[in-house]
């Protein structure tokens, strides 16, 4: 088994299938990942529940909103101005280009669509790749990074690409990710909270202590 499978049943023994992205759409997707940068999730879901009650969770609908109308309307999620403009210009372009997410068939294709609108950056086409279109893609992120450097020992730019070439089932990507984040909120934190940790038999960090440093884990090396 290697080694992201062995991380992969780690996790799922704590935490098994988290069902992540919480959406009714695919286009909820897309919204949400707009609106998580540089913010909590919990704000997420608030600005979330008043474009519900505002009937704008489609792109089609955001297209032809108003700017400020919805920057009021996402004001939760912080940045609501740049956001709103983000949204509306991100929303237009896929209308105009595809009509609906959901013609959305290629993987190439979406990664250079998405990749050259402003507001769009690596994390966030990823998530858009995994979560709204289900390509096999996996999301690196802050907290990836850190868990995965901290527990495994495993630094390097390589992650992403190694993951993907030992994990190509989007079912099992999208839990993976989501078992991370989840891990990193409850112990693999900024400052670590090791205590009652289920991973500590097996954590680098813990069994040898920070002053270590991380184990240089790639595959170019």
């Not at 991380?7 to 609106?35: K, M, N, T």
């Not at 990823?126 to 289900?134: E, G, N, P, Q, T």
């Not at 813990?206 to 991380?214: E, I, P, S, T, V």
């Amino acid at each position: 088994m290697g080694l992201y499978s062995t991380i992969y049943d780690d996790l799922f023994c704590i935490y098994g299938d988290l069902r992540w992205w919480p959406a009714d759409s695919r286009d909820e997707v897309v919204i949400g990942a707009i609106l998580t940068q540089n913010t909590s999730w919990n704000n997420v879901e608030k600005a979330i529940s008043r474009l519900k009650e505002n009937g704008l969770m489609t792109l089609a609908d955001i297209s032809r909103c108003d700017r400020q109308k919805l920057a009021e309307i996402i004001r939760p999620a912080g940045f609501y101005n740049q956001k709103a403009d983000r949204l509306i210009s991100i929303s237009r372009s896929v209308v105009e280009r595809f009509g609906s997410i959901e013609n959305i068939k290629d993987l190439q294709t979406a990664i250079s669509f998405f990749s050259g609108l402003k507001g769009i950056g690596q994390e966030t086409l990823d998530s858009i790749l995994l979560y709204a279109l289900d390509f096999p893609v996996f999301v690196i992120d802050r907290y990836t990074k850190r868990f995965i450097e901290r527990c495994y020992g495993i630094t390097g730019e390589n992650i992403k690409r190694d993951v993907e070439e030992e994990i190509n089932d989007v079912r099992r990507l999208k839990n993976l990710h989501a078992m991370i984040v989840q891990i990193s909120k409850d112990h693999c934190r900024k400052v670590p909270e090791c205590e009652g940790c289920p991973l500590n038999n097996r954590c680098i960090y813990f069994l040898h202590g920070k002053q270590q440093g991380a184990i240089m884990h790639d595959k170019d090396r």
